[in-house]
């Protein structure tokens, strides 16, 4: 199956026992055994839940792997994911990341002796730097978050070949429909589904994707030993806005260039930071590696003034002054006092992510109406 038809139908089947076309919400916590023991492969809801496990065989599909997991968060898969590790091994991630995965990594993870080293991946020189016999993982996040850097993940993989080390990447910004880590070589997948696979901002969730039996299994295990699992509303949820991903993202795509170009082309607009961008730095790559190139646009003023951002973001109209990403309606944020509040002042501007620096999340309403209301609010 192709990529469209495999959001619809991949690894999904009516439900046996009535033939309901779409999963049902298995609103049960525990499951009718005939004799100890003995049971249809539903024992308690931390474990399997129908609905989970029809969304995770979902997401096991469109991401080209063997095993999907549905958590609580995307923070809550990145915490099992780190949870697989060891006191003393070492991460490399990227420097530019989702700034609550800086804190559970920095504030939470530090505290239990997991060692992380921060560097630009957008050159791979700087990862093969850190790599020493302690190094466990490569934590990847491309396109990032606010920055729209793009790490090229083959060449990453490239440099752990043959080496104990697992390569993860974040690739939420993306969507599957745009990449597919596991097929550049990456051993895990993680993703918000808060973001582009719900899709409608109704629902927190989180996804890892694999194709390695004993990972799946050691990741299975910490899933159901540590409890941040998704539940059958949710995933539900998940699962219904995976069906239309493929329609939402070609529109995201198309409107996400639209207004790249247009706040290009403004006068009181410095940087803009769009892959699709052919003066991005990390254009070639974002062409190998992705399929189009999204709906995150990221901008700066040409004045640099904090006061100018945030009367652009008291100003628009269409767009929603709001965190998050990746619903159907376009949202504006600020990234240094809302979503990455939590990295450090020097470490922002070490970064470039400067008071005057917005990022759009452009949904799929008609691009008049999109480009009309940035208009205004420049003015
Ligand atoms: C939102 C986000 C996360 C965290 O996911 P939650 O569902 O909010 O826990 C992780 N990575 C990226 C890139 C994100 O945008």
Not at 84 to 112: H, Q, V
Not at 173 to 185: E, H, K, M, T
Not at 200 to 221: C, I, P, R, Y
Request: negative net charge; contains cysteine.
């Amino acid at each position: 199956m192709k990529f469209n038809t495999k959001t619809i139908h991949g690894n999904q089947h009516p439900e046996p026992a009535t033939g309901a076309v779409m999963t049902p919400i298995y609103q049960t916590s525990t499951y009718a055994q005939s004799s100890p023991g003995v049971h249809k492969g539903y024992e308690y809801s931390r474990g399997e839940n129908p609905t989970r496990s029809a969304l995770e065989a979902a997401l096991a599909n469109i991401e080209n792997g063997t095993h999907g997991f549905a958590f609580g968060s995307g923070l809550a898969a990145t915490d099992t994911v780190m949870k697989t590790l060891n006191p003393g091994d070492e991460i490399i991630a990227m420097d530019d990341l989702y700034g609550g995965s800086y804190r559970m990594f920095t504030r939470i993870y530090a505290k239990y002796g997991l060692n992380f080293h921060f560097v630009d991946m957008t050159n791979p020189q700087n990862v093969l730097e850190k790599i020493n016999e302690k190094t466990k993982m490569i934590w990847i996040e491309t396109p990032t978050n606010p920055l729209m850097k793009i790490v090229d993940i083959q060449a990453v993989v490239e440099l752990v070949k043959g080496k104990d080390i697992l390569v993860a990447v974040d690739n939420t910004f993306a969507s599957p429909y745009l990449q597919n880590p596991l097929d550049l070589g990456a051993d895990i997948v993680m993703h918000s589904a808060t973001k582009y696979l719900g899709g409608h901002s109704d629902v927190v969730a989180g996804a890892l994707v694999v194709k390695n039996k004993e990972l799946a299994e050691k990741l299975h295990f910490q899933l159901f030993a540590g409890g941040g699992i998704l539940g059958p509303q949710d995933s539900y949820l998940v699962l219904r806005g995976i069906k239309t991903l493929h329609v939402r993202m070609q529109r995201h795509c198309e409107n996400g260039k639209k207004v790249a170009e247009f706040l290009s082309n403004h006068p009181k607009v410095e940087n803009v930071y769009y892959p699709g961008l052919e003066n991005h730095p990390n254009h070639e790559v974002a062409k190998k590696q992705m399929r189009d190139f999204g709906g995150m646009v990221t901008f700066t003023f040409k004045s640099e003034k904090k006061e100018d951002a945030v009367k652009f973001l008291e100003t628009v109209k269409v767009f929603t002054l709001a965190e998050s990403l990746g619903g159907v309606e376009s949202l504006a944020n600020h990234p240094t006092t809302m979503t990455h509040a939590s990295i450090p002042a020097e470490k922002r501007a070490e970064l470039g992510i400067t008071d005057d620096l917005v990022r759009l999340s452009v949904g799929i309403e008609d691009i008049e109406d999109l480009l009309a209301d940035l208009e205004q609010a420049l003015g």
